[in-house]
């Protein structure tokens, strides 16, 4: 079983991807002065999805992980995203 | 067939622990499977009173022999019940945890302890539900989909049924993620995907929906909590919620549940047929496909049963035709089903009638699920019998005989005995006469229009309403028939040998019972070539 061995993260990376949470935050919070109509929630939704990836990636190591679980949890995603879309067949054009 | 006389099997195997404690503290795969079956036939004898308790309210107009609040609630809790408690559960966790480690030639599941925990679950579930039956409010009245907004104004007890569905679904997230991990790490040296038994395949199948779909479950009840402690609208309208959000997320979980409930008896029926044909299964490969294929396109057609509760047109339209999508693979297993009975050298045993009886009746039922798909239609039947009629037929006459065609398979392996079966077949012949009389005329009924969840209807319905109750008893009589011998076959029935159906797979090549870790050594199947179903 080759999954024991450990992976140590630099400093510089974990500063890295803190800064482009921290600056992905500001852009959540800027962008609702933007009137996008209904794509808001969408807007919302693509950015904090981009930060549920960084965090799995470096933090939750899913990038030095067996190939597996990163397509278990790729389908996951895949799937959530599909609901998603589908569900705003209706709200979107009702 | 006797065992050799060192060899005890897992009845007899109680590893030092007496009474009930050799079972509730055991982690053996089928010690935890059959107590899951007890548990499951306990309550499913519960939910068949309840059910003919509303047949007999439904034998005349008005108030016969409950009042309307009585009513709601025999329908809501049969249904929780049924649903929650028996065919979600049902073949996977019983025949799941019994057969699954032994069919791919493993000793037990992956995580034996984690599985133990998941019956705790499972029966603290039941607990809740229960409780929400005998405490405050009296027992639930919204019916078991518990929809908004009227499910968060009732004055019934509404939160602990819900509660209780949660902690099931919790337990059926850890079987599935169990029995996922197990098929990854625990096959037999040799037995490949491409050889794993189509059982084994549907377990898979469903264990991903299983882990998918379930936490929608966990989802909404934290959104129900939070809406009505913190007054954050979701759904009630007068927060500024919306109630079609809360029938979004509810059939979410609970159309994939459908697939949890049926590709199960599928894989039964995958295993049942080609043994009693005599010959392997008729294109294995797309069996396999469509398994998978069932369980992908399933997750995203749950909005087909809300055409009528004021979605826009367009998702009506997806919907509808994503739903006519998920027919294709359920019609190639069917096929394949009769192209394996075809020219095979065909014996006629009870296992194989209920798989014949799950073929009939999964069609009607299946048939009758594209009227309810097609917008048009839908509209027209929406809330009447006939959707009641469809779904019993799909999840009674399909996934509740293909459970009984798999305790018919798999009791003299389980326990070692054979049951009589001639009562047997009279138990099948009166169950499946009463199915029909009960079901077929509420596909009429609801055509014409009667609602469903009243406890009364119109004087033009009386007659076809008689029929159905008289089937209800035929069905419930035969019932009892079926239980009564299959629990005297396994207490004093004959000795049954190791393989009595001439079964290919590795369950048959165990002793019956299995002794406690299934084999003395874990078979190679390196050599082999054939598919072992
Ligand atoms: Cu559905």
């Given amino acids: 079983m080759s999954e024991h061995k450990t992976h140590i993260t630099s400093y510089t990376t974990h500063f890295m991807v803190l800064l482009a949470l921290l ?24 950015i904090a999805c981009l930060k549920a990836t960084l965090v799995l990636l470096y933090f939750m190591h899913l990038k030095f992980d067996s190939k597996i679980l990163k397509i278990s949890f790729s389908a996951v995603m895949v799937v959530f995203a599909l609901v998603i879309l589908l569900t705003f067949f209706d709200y979107l054009f009702r | 067939m006797s065992e050799t006389a060192a060899q005890l099997n897992f009845f007899q195997e109680t590893q030092g622990r007496k009474g009930i404690l050799a079972w509730i503290l055991s982690t053996d795969h089928k010690r935890i499977g059959l107590m899951y079956m007890y548990t499951i036939m306990v309550f499913f004898i519960v939910g068949v009173l309840l059910g003919l308790g509303i047949k007999m309210e439904l034998i005349a107009p008005g108030l016969t022999v409950m009042g309307p609040q009585a009513y709601n609630s025999f329908f809501t809790v049969h249904g929780v019940i049924m649903i929650f408690v028996i065919v979600i559960p049902g073949l996977p966790a019983i025949f799941g945890n019994f057969f699954l480690p032994i069919m791919i030639g493993a000793k037990d599941v992956a995580f034996p302890k984690l599985n133990l925990f998941s019956w705790y679950l ?49 337990s059926s997230i850890l079987t599935g993620l169990n029995f996922i991990t197990t098929i990854h790490r625990m096959r037999a040296p040799g037995m490949r995907w491409m050889k794993m038994p189509l059982f084994a395949w549907s377990i898979y199948g469903t264990g991903w929906i299983q882990l998918f779909a379930t936490p929608i479950v966990g989802i909404t009840l934290l959104m129900i909590i939070a809406e009505r402690f913190l007054k954050i609208g979701f759904f009630d309208p007068a927060l500024g919620g919306d109630p079609i ?110 798989a014949l009886g799950f073929l009939f009746l999964f069609m009607i039922g299946g048939f009758t699920g594209l009227f309810l798909g097609a917008v048009a239609t839908d509209v027209h039947v929406h809330n009447t019998t006939f959707v009641v009629a469809h779904f019993h037929y799909i999840i009674f006459g ?50 014409q229009g009667m609602p469903r969840r009243y406890y009364d209807y119109l004087d033009q319905f009386h007659g076809l309403n008689i029929v159905s ?65």
């Fill in chain 2, 245 to 354: 959000l809360y029938q979004h997320l509810f059939w979410i979980y609970s159309h994939p549940a459908v697939y949890i409930m049926i590709l199960p008896a599928m894989g039964v029926i995958s295993e049942i047929i080609p043994t009693f044909a005599r010959k392997g299964i008729f294109g294995y490969n797309a069996v396999v496909i469509s398994t998978m294929a069932i369980a992908i396109v399933g997750y995203f057609v749950w909005a087909h049963h809300m055409f009528t509760s004021g979605m826009s047109t367009t998702a009506q339209f997806v919907f509808s035709l994503l739903t006519f999508f998920v027919a294709i693979p359920s019609a190639i297993k069917v096929f394949n089903w009769v192209a394996t009975l075809y020219k095979g050298s065909i014996r006629l045993e009870v296992p194989l009638i209920w």
């Fill in chain 2, 122 to 170: 499972f029966i603290i579930g039941i607990i809740t539900v229960l409780i929400s039956l005998f405490t405050f409010g009296g027992p639930p009245d919204t019916g078991w989909t518990f929809y908004a907004p009227y499910s968060f104004k009732t004055t019934t007890n509404m939160f602990p049924a819900v509660l209780g569905a949660f902690i099931l679904g919790f």
């Fill in chain 1, 23 to 46: 600056i992905l935050t500001w852009a959540t919070v800027s962008i609702t002065n933007i009137n996008l109509g209904p794509y808001s929630v969408t807007a919302a939704l693509l």
């Fill in chain 2, 469 to 533: 109750t008289l089937g209800a008893f035929i069905m419930v009589a035969g019932i009892f028939v079926i239980i009564l011998n299959l629990i005297r076959g396994a207490r004093h029935g004959e000795q049954a040998t190791m393989n009595p159906w001439e079964g290919r797979s590795l369950e048959w090549t165990v002793p019956s019972p299995p002794p406690l870790e299934n084999f003395d050594e874990i078979p190679d199947l390196t050599k082999s070539s054939a598919h072992p179903a």
């Fill in chain 2, 398 to 447: 399909g996934m509740g005989s293909a459970f009984f065609a798999a305790l018919h398979y798999w009791l003299p392996k389980m326990y070692g005995r054979m049951y009589n079966k001639y009562w047997a077949t009279v138990g099948w012949a009166t169950f499946f006469i009463g199915f029909n009389v009960l079901y077929f005329p509420m596909f009429i009924l609801g055509y």
